[in-house]
């Protein structure tokens, strides 16, 4: 988890309030409660397996047509 330092555009103001965000390395997220950042760290991690879990599906079917011809 990475605290954004106070200053600049690096932190959420929302009312006048400066409320220090966590930022996501991966897609530069900022959010606010820093424990939301788990979460959104674990949604990453699950489209990465369905998309690798795709491409496998994809590679097994391009090897079985090579088989084929």
Same mark, same amino acid.
């Given at each position: !988890? *990475?605290?954004?330092? $106070?200053?600049?555009?690096? *932190?959420? $103001? $929302? &009312?006048?309030?400066? #409320?220090? @965000? @966590?930022?996501? +390395?991966?897609?530069? @997220? +900022? /959010?606010?409660? !820093?424990? %939301? #950042?788990?979460?959104? %760290? =674990?949604?990453?991690?699950?489209?990465?397996?369905?998309? !690798?879990? *795709?491409?496998?599906?994809?590679?097994? =079917? !391009? &090897?079985? /047509?090579? &088989?084929? @011809?």
């Amino acid at each position: !988890m *990475e605290r954004v330092p $106070v200053g600049g555009t690096k *932190e959420i $103001v $929302v &009312d006048n309030k400066r #409320l220090h @965000a @966590a930022k996501c +390395k991966k897609c530069g @997220a +900022k /959010m606010y409660p !820093m424990s %939301l #950042l788990k979460p959104h %760290l =674990t949604r990453h991690r699950r489209r990465q397996r369905q998309f !690798m879990t *795709e491409l496998r599906k994809l590679q097994i =079917t !391009m &090897d079985h /047509m090579r &088989d084929i @011809a």
